[in-house]
């Protein structure tokens, strides 16, 4: 199975200490460390493996961005709705 983790979600594996990670097999991908999983109602028995990925990172980053534009898109639409109900808030009382 290949994913990629939010952090956050994933204290577990923040917990485990780098020195715990061991080099994967350089042949597959190239600078990717693992560490052992069991099972433990979450994760499957087996290895996770963390990598370092410049291209899936800028790619994470657009959609970032691209939603943040989207949200501040949002906000302003809200805030001229919001302005225009005060401006003609006299009136409709």
Known sequence: MVS?????????LLAV??????PTDPHA?????GVPRGPDGVWPPGRVVVM??????????????????????RIRTLQTRLA??????PFLR
């Open 52 to 73: 370092n990925n410049p291209a899936l990172w800028e790619g994470q980053m657009h959609g970032f961005r691209h939603q943040h534009l989207q949200m501040e898109v």
């Open 17 to 22: 200490p780098r020195t715990a990670y061991t």
């Open 4 to 12: 990629t983790l939010v952090p956050s979600h994933h204290k577990d």
């Open 84 to 89: 225009r109900g005060r401006e003609l808030g």
């Open 29 to 33: 991908v190239a600078g990717s460390l």
